[in-house]
């Protein structure tokens, strides 16, 4: 369900999200949404009993002769990735670890990976799509959808699943999806798996990699076939298959990365414009490029979600968390110079082309021709008696660990293991 912009925005009595909610969320009779009540079910689930399913839905998928890996993990030098193969290899499955490598990469992401593969003993298989190609679908990506990051949403969610009918390795596992814990696009109950629909329609924004095929943009068939989805006779030869660990744990990303940086030394890093230093260390325009074209796109940023993730568990109290993200999104992009030097664009090139991305339910010109937000998504007026029906007790700790830097010598800025592209100067 996507968002009806004909209808005012409203909020959820209890989280930051409005029903504007891009991926669509619901309010209940209590002004309390859809994701938050799946977020309920985290207190409430028997995680024994759904561990074992968990146990039992992999079981066939086990090599016994050892001919081959029991599963794919796709991962990258952050987000979870740590806690999904230390999972993956406490349930005793030989995995094939999978990433698809984004070119944005910071020095401490790529420390991240390097140290994954050698603590989990794995093999790991690294796609690296031509840089040059990689520069004309995010031209085509951004000019379309407004998005640096499609070449990156679009291989990271299909290497796997290539790899999986190359390799004749029909089980995928995931950590968490994105439907699941935001909006309470499903129930846990639903145990939802991976779908090619649900790639295109809410990761690729509607784009598949055949549609970013065209003439305007020099883009031929040939060049987008890394990004293309495997056919359904592939798919169906193999039994291709898709999991999600967060069906069967109650995923708490920040309480995980803590883990992992007790047991593993992960490295965290100091983020641009969120608070949550573990998410999306190995990327230098995640939480900066990337997140501003999310705020002018669709009114909020990357902190939001963080800071309802937070709140949901009790971390943090909706006013603060309301503080702490309108604190981060108006926070301006470090690395813009970057991005548009490997691109070879201008700013104000750039500029012209966000503008033609923002929302107009959102955005007005006001005399001076500055950009002002018509709608503030995290000040909706919400109902006294709901919102106190539906606070939650807050009384955890939000603040996150920054780990010592491995090599605080180095200055990270520059995209590492980028592989070789035409200069753009
Ligand atoms: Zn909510």
């Avoid at 959820?12 to 991926?23: N, V």
């Avoid at 992999?58 to 987000?79: F, H, K, L």
């Amino acid at each position: 369900m996507t968002p009806d912009y004909g209808d005012p925005p409203r909020a959820c009595a209890r989280c930051l999200y409005t029903t504007w909610h891009p991926l669509g969320l619901v309010l209940d009779s209590d002004g309390v949404c859809s994701g938050c009540r799946v977020h309920e079910e985290k207190q409430t689930l028997d995680w024994n009993e759904r561990r074992k399913q968990l146990e039992s839905l992999i079981e066939p998928y086990r090599r016994q002769g050892g001919d081959n890996y029991d599963c794919i993990v796709p991962v990258t030098g952050a987000r979870d990735s740590f806690f999904i193969v230390h999972t993956v290899k406490t349930l005793g499955l030989n995995p094939l670890l999978v990433t698809y490598n984004k070119l944005y990469n910071t020095e401490v992401g790529v420390r991240n990976l390097a140290r994954l593969r050698t603590m989990f003993d794995s093999d790991i298989l690294t796609l690296t799509v031509n840089p040059d190609t990689v520069k004309k679908v995010t031209r085509a990506a951004l000019r379309r959808l407004g998005s640096i990051y499609w070449h990156c949403l679009a291989g990271q969610t299909v290497f796997p699943v290539q790899c999986a009918v190359r390799f004749e390795v029909p089980l995928v596992i995931w950590g968490a999806h994105q439907g699941l814990e935001q909006v309470g696009m499903f129930s846990h109950a639903h145990t939802v798996e991976m779908t090619r629909r649900y790639r295109k329609d809410h990761d690729l924004m509607g784009l598949e990699a055949e549609d970013i095929v065209g003439e305007f943009d020099h883009i031929d068939g040939g060049e987008v076939l890394p990004f293309a989805y495997p056919s359904y006779q592939e798919l169906g030869r193999i039994g291709v298959r898709g999991i999600y660990l967060g069906n069967f744990m109650p995923w708490d990303s920040k309480r995980q990365h803590e883990e992992m940086i007790a047991q593993y030394s992960y490295e965290s890093a100091g983020q641009t414009r969120t608070f949550d230093l573990y998410n999306d260390v190995d990327c230098f325009n995640y939480s900066d490029v990337h997140d501003y074209l999310k705020f002018v796109k669709h009114g909020y940023g990357k902190a939001t979600d963080h800071a309802v993730r937070e709140l949901r568990w009790g971390r943090v109290t909706r006013e603060e968390a309301a503080e702490t993200a309108r604190a981060y999104q108006s926070i301006a992009p470090k690395q813009l110079d970057l991005f548009l030097e490997w691109i070879g664009m201008t700013p104000r090139a750039f500029q012209w082309v966000v503008d033609q991305h923002r929302n107009p339910c959102l955005w007005e010109r006001d005399c001076k021709w500055q950009w002002n937000l018509k709608w503030d998504l995290l000040s909706l007026p919400v109902e006294a008696i709901q919102r106190e029906n539906a606070r939650l007790a807050s009384a955890g700790d939000m603040r996150f660990q920054l780990t010592p830097s491995k090599r605080p010598e180095y200055m990270d800025d520059r995209y590492i293991c980028i592989g070789k592209g035409t200069p753009c100067r």
